[in-house]
């Protein structure tokens, strides 16, 4: 299959317009099987997904070594690996420092068994290290040594965005974005357009709210992080950061303007491909077939207007009262 590529300007590198994202093989969504999560990359990536999507605090490094271990076997295959670091440190701004860097993307070259890495990001990093010149410094001493071939920032806020946007080493930043959170749209998505910083779209389907199949009677284990989220109604990303029943009242809404021809998953992924200033979208996939449907949201044709409006009112309606003003 044929997947549209992007391009990450400051990198000079291509990646998939949709990816894979990796933290359900870490084991936060239940139980985990690396098998599985092997065959499930290797449908992604036949399927056009070029770019895959971990961290190194993934199950403690588990989901990067289950790439690995891809990447071992397949070791033609065009991956483009985006990982992350710093939640190793406690995210405390005093962690973020040459050394640990030094040992957290050796740690991250062993699980992956790569030489250098693709694309580092910063793990949605405290406020203070935006500022902080010797962390972005160590970054591109990172480069100089060969550790790394470019880096970005993995951010809670739109303001983040905009301030890693204006590092001019910053090659990407990962921002959640999808139909019911919308506000990258407004100032992210130009500002990095203009600057050539690529932007990827993380937790597109809002922790499986936009598969469409969750209702008041879904029931998560106790092993899954969605359960905690569901009980206690934390603000974050898990459900777009709404509680479990509010957010089933957007979906329900949204599902009213979901073409027939399209399951709410391609129709959310859609929504976010048709964004100008996207670089790609890196959904997660609990099995082979979902990674293949995920991949085949960016050969459908772009949402018509009408769509994108009703949307637009949909979050004005339910959503940016709640949400807007705290990303």
């Not at 709410?264 to 491909?273: E, N």
């Amino acid at each position: 299959m044929c997947v549209e590529m992007r391009e990450l300007p400051r990198m000079g590198a291509e990646v998939g317009v949709v990816g894979l994202g990796t933290w359900q093989f870490s084991g936060a969504r239940g139980p985990a099987d690396d098998d599985r999560a092997v065959a499930t990359i290797t449908a992604a990536v036949d399927a056009g997904a070029t770019l895959v999507d971990t961290a190194d605090v993934y199950g403690d490094g588990r989901s990067e070594r289950v790439i690995g271990r891809y990447l071992t076997d397949h070791p033609l295959a065009d991956v483009f690996v985006a990982t992350k670091m710093g939640q190793r440190g406690g995210n405390a701004p005093a962690s973020y420092h040459l050394d640990n860097f030094r040992a957290w993307t050796d740690r991250s070259r062993a699980n992956l068994g790569m030489d250098v890495l693709d694309l580092v990001h910063l793990h949605c990093p405290p406020p203070a290290v935006y500022d902080d010149d010797a962390v972005f410094d160590a970054l591109n001493l990172l480069i100089d040594e060969k550790r790394i071939t470019g880096y970005g920032v993995s951010v809670d806020t739109c303001d983040q965005a905009l301030r890693a946007i204006a590092r001019p080493g910053v090659a990407s930043v990962e921002i959640v974005l999808n139909p019911l959170r919308p506000k990258p749209i407004e100032h992210v998505l130009p500002a990095a357009l203009a600057a050539g910083v690529g932007v990827i779209a993380r937790a597109p389907l809002a922790s499986g709210l936009l598969s469409g199949g969750y209702d008041e009677l879904t029931a998560f284990g106790d092993d899954d992080h969605r359960c905690v989220a569901r009980r206690d109604e934390l603000p974050g990303e898990t459900f777009a950061g709404l509680d479990f029943h509010g957010a089933l009242t957007a979906v329900r809404k949204l599902s009213a303007v979901v073409p027939p021809e399209l399951t709410m998953t391609q129709f959310a992924l859609r929504w976010i491909i048709d964004q100008p200033g996207v670089t790609a979208v890196i959904p997660g996939a609990s099995s082979p077939q979902q990674a293949r449907c995920n991949a085949a949201a960016a050969s459908l044709r772009p949402l018509h207007v009408e769509a994108q409006m009703m949307i637009a009112e949909i979050y004005d309606e339910l959503i940016r009262p709640q949400l807007h003003h705290r990303w």
